[in-house]
């Protein structure tokens, strides 16, 4: 068996080149155009198979072919021909040989499965004497051997009742296949196209068979291969289940010239998942989406005519999604004329950079790159692990062994592990039927699984079953390198990553020299020889039993951990795994010994480079939560640091099991009547009866022939309405305002069941029923994933009786604008705190321009959040957008905005009155535009001018803090932000007596003091943090390179500078400088060995969990305070962090000796600039930053816009030169954009699009 080559074919050269020039056109539908010829059953059949029939013994009265479009290329061959010479003449580059259905599988049903490869070889002599005849120098034209998906599904059972059956095996697949691909290769393809995939397993099935034909036949130029997927509905997964990234991580590793989407939808529908695909795809795209929705009336059967979809191919032109264009079902040759006419003088999509990453796949992506945290593997679908797991299989009891794996997916594991190597099984056949049912289960099959086994027959069965991208676990050197590379390549073919273990033909490796010469060995090989790619390399150095007793194991355990540091060190992008119970084996049946010993290994080992582990997270504990002792001994026995410590270890682990006065209430007011009661409790936020007070006006209502949904309408909303006016009036503030709303979630809840049990009563009657003001919908855009201020605005304006549909965070576009559209949204309001999210709000903007039901409704877009402002949605969001572009500054404004555009008195005219304002801001920004500007040289020219002394840092390196005390942190709270979250408005503490917020200030300071209390008594988070400091210097003026030691010789990151360009004033007959970050640090050419820091800190971690407490307890005021006090800390945690690097860590700053409110007011020497803000306004730093931090450790993580995550986090740099600032970039020219793109080697519009709020 032969590794596939590397090596690109002339055909593949050649396209590519006119890839990279234009977008080339594809050819529109066969059948479509043949069904025009309303050809009967004689034509099909032709004279060769007039009195064709089905074989005795099939159960077939009588045979119709009628249908079987393929055959047409025996019988009727100038018919095929003919309509391939239309397309030419329409101007197809690529035209698809008549073979869609040309497989023995498909074959099969007209009983024509022995004509297969004759068909395949005539179609694509046809197809290729059409392309000949067509073909010049300046437009040659290529043949597309047509590969369809087949009518059978190898991951979906055709019978309901059996979830595990298969009507098609990957076996026959790749069989019919691979006499598909032997028929197209001999009758002249240029090109394989697998396409309409449906069923991604049918899909690895062909990409297998054409791999396997070109291994086979060594001197046959490989051909390129194009792959195109179907998304079948607004679920954006193909028919088996996948979304369109974890199809693509399916079969990336096939390495296709083109990967695309057809068939299903139209273009209209088709363009998110087009979009999301030119965003992932490494390769080139193809689309050719249907004429639209079906039609029966219409003469192609679909509704589009050829201007319709050619205008929406011209979109997907104009965003640079497409790199070939064609059509599918319903599309004619004028289809196909239309869309190369309008997609003529249009440049291709051009290939974006994909960082390097392991991309697996269940049914959903999964990526693990340099900034992933660990990942947790599940241990107990694996019947040589679990005793009860063994037994269920053993029994054939499949549910409860499907609960396993689900139960483990619900906990946390992000890959399953199953292994079925028990002798009393049919191991293989246990591996498929189980990996059968979990294709059925999208709730377990949406992770990646690992196929495990001892027997290479196991593993082949069980990758013949899987869609997704899996791990196989595992190959090894101990059979020798030839079946080592057999395997290998096998894997490759089936699309799996790989664990390869520190095994070879003397035996498993038990020191650090053997298991890093084993390990360097079988990388080599699979890079050099299988041409595997590093990132899917997964290696096991083999994990040991320590504390054995045997002198010769005390220092497995420190050479695993030695040998993960020389790994991630010495052979880039692999990744690292283990079992991690073995190496407690020897204190088995003393749980809490284990769990020590886990817990110590784990983070040694995992700071040393540990990927994933094989792991039983309920037998890890937290590191700083062992006791000192303990700890100390384990890791005396983990790190082999004493000759005793198994003594000690031992003599431990015997020792170890498992194992106020209150302020009177007034409460006249319970005397009231039970609706001035509820009124008393919405307006002053208790909820302590509001239960029992709900229910009493429940059954009064009831008695006087009234609804549950009448208490609702009339006294919760008559108190509702008392809180909105008081606070339109300024006489009650957000905090009460939110209070009040938890008071109303509450009753409602009450209420909904009674509500939900009567509603076919309610629809019966007849009455008034009081209707929202309107409905918003409202989320926090893609890539950003703070939601503070969203849940206030919500809040706010339920309280004034808007129904509000608040979809969460990261949401995508399509799901926004889907939402609104199910929902019959009156308005949609995106929020977003990061820089990015501007973008994302502009590009939603567009495609509700796009849309004609949101164009035509003009329905308003409201926009929000820290970054937004006036004058960019002015500029920025609004052109953008027919209808209504409105900037809410604060929730308090989002009742009177709403109230505006959907009473009919008052739209049209603030509608007006907002275009004129916006007017006015647009043409006072382009009079600010025309301010003069200096060139980037110029104002590299005019650059600061500084002297440099730096003080070298006390350490060169990384260092973490984790489960920082929270106590000592909050008295480095600024709680000035902490008060403008809840809109009240005034320095701290001077607002405390503020004559108009003074006591709602004072009331949420005290409610936020005694939150604050419980969660640092309670440990409801957990603080970690990361900095570095590191040898660094400016180079080409504007850049700092940062290096990984004092040697200077490596850099770990270049942090990208923006420098001002603005014509600077005189000031005292000097001018100003243009400032850049860089000017900080010292010059390279200076000779001055200069430093920085950076760090990254949350204060977030286990917040999810009280959220979701205080979400079912319906209690958004508690929510809404911890992500706010959850937010100060995070900063405080940043304020403590860099006082403690210029006074000790650092060092450059000894003698500082500050009060909170000078280091609030920045009085110390040397700056903290965060990426996302005016000095360095570029985000995108931040993925060098935390890869170079390894933040992932403290568990910490970027979105894909750079976000932060957990929300409540801060990172940054150090600068500690005594005159650096900061400052705003603000404008800058064309000029450095250019030089940016040139410095970054990065395409200009992806520069632009990283720096839009900066261009001038």
């Known amino acids: 068996m032969n590794a596939r080559s590397n090596a690109i074919s002339p055909i593949e050269t050649q396209l590519r080149d006119i890839l990279s020039r234009r977008i080339m056109i594809l050819d ?46 025996l019988t009727q061959p100038q018919i095929i021909q003919e309509i391939h010479e239309r397309y030419l003449a329409a101007g197809a580059d690529l035209l698809e040989t008549n073979t869609f259905g040309a497989t023995g599988v498909a074959q099969d049903d007209y009983h024509m499965a022995h004509l297969a490869y004759e068909m395949n070889v005539q179609a694509a002599k046809l197809a290729r004497a059409a392309c000949d005849k067509y073909s010049t120098p300046d437009k040659p034209r290529f043949v597309a051997g047509a590969l369809g998906p087949t009518p059978k599904t190898a991951s979906i059972s055709p019978d309901v009742n059996d979830p595990a059956a298969r009507n098609v095996t990957f076996d026959q697949l790749v069989a019919s ?92 529908l088709m363009r998110p998942y087009a979009q999301e695909l030119s965003n992932i795809a490494d390769t080139f795209v193809c689309i050719y989406p249907n004429a639209g929705l079906p039609n029966p009336m219409s003469d192609t059967g679909f509704d589009e005519l050829p201007a319709d979809t050619s205008a929406l191919l011209r979109e997907f032109a104009d965003a640079g999604f497409i790199n070939i264009a064609g059509g599918c079902c319903g599309t004619t040759p004028e289809h196909i004329n239309a869309i190369a006419t309008i997609l003529e003088q249009h440049a291709p999509r051009k290939i974006p950079e994909i960082p390097v990453a392991m991309r697996l796949s269940g049914l959903e992506p999964f990526t693990i790159d340099e900034s992933s945290l660990f990942v947790n593997v599940g241990e107990r679908t694996n019947v040589t692990g679990s005793k009860a797991f063994a037994r269920m299989i053993l029994n054939e009891q499949f549910d409860e062994a499907l609960s396993v794996a689900r139960q483990q997916v619900e906990n946390g594991a992000q890959v399953i592990d199953i292994n079925m190597d028990e002798a009393m099984l049919d191991s293989q056949a246990a591996m498929t039927r189980f990996l059968n049912l979990i294709a059925s289960e999208p709730d377990i099959s949406r992770v990646p699984v690992m196929i495990d086994s001892s027997k290479w027959s196991v593993i082949e069965a069980g990758l013949k079953c899987v869609q997704g991208k899996a791990i196989v676990n595992s190959i090894s050197m101990k059979e020798g390198e030839e079946e080592f590379i057999r395997q290998a390549v096998l894997c490759r073919r089936y699309g799996a990553a790989v664990i390869v273990m520190a095994f070879d033909e003397q035996g498993q490796a038990d020191t650090f020299a053997r298991k890093t010469e084993i390990c360097a060995r079988a990388y080599k090989v699979l890079t050099e020889q299988v041409g595997f790619p590093p990132e899917d390399i997964i290696f096991d150095p083999n994990i040991f039993a320590i504390a054995t007793g045997i002198e ?103 020792t170890l099991k498992a194992g106020g006065n209150k302020q009177e209430q007034n409460l006249e007011w319970r005397e009231a009547t039970v609706e001035q009661r509820l009124a008393h409790a919405l307006v002053h936020g208790i909820t302590q009866w509001i239960v029992e007070d709900t229910e009493e006006m429940r059954q009064q209502v009831l008695a006087a022939n009234g609804r549950p949904i009448h208490v609702i309408e009339g006294p919760l909303m008559d108190g509702m309405n008392i809180v909105g006016d008081l606070f339109g009036q300024g006489k009650m503030f957000l905090p009460q305002v939110v209070k009040s709303a938890r008071v109303m979630k509450q009753a409602v809840a009450h209420l909904v069941p009674f509500i939900e049990e009567e509603k076919a009563l309610e629809e019966a009657r007849t009455g008034i029923v009081s209707k929202p003001k309107g409905k918003m919908v409202i989320a926090t855009v893609k890539g950003d994933v703070h939601d503070i201020g969203k849940n206030i605005v919500s809040v706010v304006m339920q309280c004034n009786n808007f129904e509000i549909v608040n979809m969460g965070v990261m949401v995508p576009c399509a799901d926004i604008l889907a939402r609104a559209k199910e929902e019959n949204a009156d ?142 942190i909050a008295r480095y709270i600024d709680w000035g932000p902490f008060f403008q979250t809840w809109d009240l408005a005034g320095p701290f503490p001077g607002i405390l007596t503020d004559a108009v917020v003074g006591d709602a200030a004072s009331k949420v300071f005290a409610e936020g003091q005694a939150m604050l209390k419980r969660i640092i008594e309670g440990r409801w988070l957990s603080a970690n943090g990361v900095i570095a400091l590191l040898p660094a210097n400016t180079v080409h003026d504007d850049d700092i390179e940062i290096y990984t030691d004092e040697s200077r010789s490596q850099v770990a990151l270049t942090w990208y500078g923006l420098r001002q360009q603005g014509v600077k004033p005189m000031v ?17 050419d200076s000779g001055v060995a200069d430093y920085i820091g950076m760090f990254a800190v949350t204060a977030g971690l286990g917040i999810e969990k009280h959220e979701q407490r205080f979400e079912a307890a319906h209690d958004d005021y508690s929510s809404i305070m911890l992500k706010s006090l959850a937010d100060r800390l995070a900063e405080a945690f940043a304020e403590y962090l860099h006082e403690r690097v210029r006074t000790d860590l650092w060092g450059y700053a000894v003698g500082e000796d500050l009060s909170n409110e000078a280091l609030i007011a920045e009085k110390y020497l040397g700056i903290r600039p965060a990426p996302g803000y005016p000095a360095c306004p570029e985000h995108t730093v931040k993925a060098d930053m935390f890869a170079t931090l390894q933040a992932e450790e403290i568990g910490m993580q970027l979105t894909e816009s750079y976000a932060m995550y957990p929300g409540a986090a801060v990172s940054g740099f150090y600068l500690a030169h005594p005159d650096s600032k900061y400052f705003v970039v603000g404008k800058i020219g064309n000029d450095q954009v250019d030089d940016m793109a040139t410095r970054r080697n990065m395409d200009k519009q992806e520069v632009e699009r990283h720096l839009a709020p900066n261009l001038s």
């Open 28 to 73: 529109g539908a066969m059948g479509t155009i043949i069904q025009q010829y309303k050809l009967d059953e004689a034509a099909y059949r032709g004279e060769r198979f007039a009195t064709f029939a089905a074989p005795e013994g099939s159960g077939a009265r009588e045979l119709f072919v009628k249908g079987n479009n393929e055959l047409l290329t």
């Open 177 to 268: 296949y691979h006499e598909q691909v032997r028929g197209l290769v001999d009758g002249g393809a240029d090109v394989l196209l697998v396409e309409t995939i449906f069923d991604t397993l049918n899909c690895k099935a062909a990409l297998f068979a054409i791999d396997l034909y070109f291994d086979e036949h060594p001197d046959v130029p490989r051909l390129p291969l194009m792959i195109s997927g179907t998304v079948t509905d607004a679920s954006g997964r193909i028919l088996s289940g996948q979304t369109v990234p974890a199809f693509w991580n399916s079969v990336r590793h096939a390495k296709p010239l083109t990967i695309g989407l057809n068939c299903a939808l139209g273009a209209a």
């Open 552 to 654: 010769e194991h005390d220092n497995y355990a420190n050479d695993f951990i030695q040998a993960c540091q020389w790994i991630r060190d010495n052979l880039p992008y692999a990744k690292i795994s283990g079992g991690v119970s073995n190496v407690s084996f020897s204190f088995r049946g003393n749980d809490p010994a284990r769990e020590a010993i886990h817990t110590v290994f784990l983070y040694h080992a995992i700071k040393a480079g540990l990927t994933m582990g094989i792991v039983n997270a309920g037998m890890v504990g937290v590191y700083d939560n062992l006791a000192p002792e303990l700890r100390e001994r384990v890791e005396d026995v983990v790190l082999n640091r004493r000759k005793d410590a198994t003594e000690r270890m031992i003599e431990i682990a015997g």
């Open 827 to 968: 308005m949609v309001g995106l929020s977003g705190l990061i820089t990015p999210s501007l973008e994302e709000m502009a590009h939603v903007a567009r495609e509700m321009q796009r849309d004609p039901y949101f164009r035509d409704r003009k329905m308003p877009l409201l926009i929000g959040g820290a970054t937004t402002s006036r004058a960019h949605t002015a500029v920025k969001i609004a052109p953008f957008y027919d209808g209504p572009v409105v900037y809410v500054p604060d929730a308090s404004r989002s009742v009177s905005v709403g109230q505006s555009l959907v009473t009919d008195d008052t739209r049209d005219a603030y509608i007006i009155e907002l275009a004129q304002d916006y007017e006015r801001i647009r043409i006072q920004h382009a009079s600010k535009k025309a301010l003069p500007m200096l060139t980037l040289e110029q104002a590299r020219a005019n650059k600061a001018r500084l002297d440099f002394a730096p003080v070298k840092p006390k350490f060169i390196g990384r260092r973490i803090f984790k489960n920082v005390d929270l106590g000592m």
């Open 1068 to 1084: 005292n007959g000097e001018q100003r400088p243009n400032q850049c970050i860089a000017d900080f640090i010292a010059p390279k």
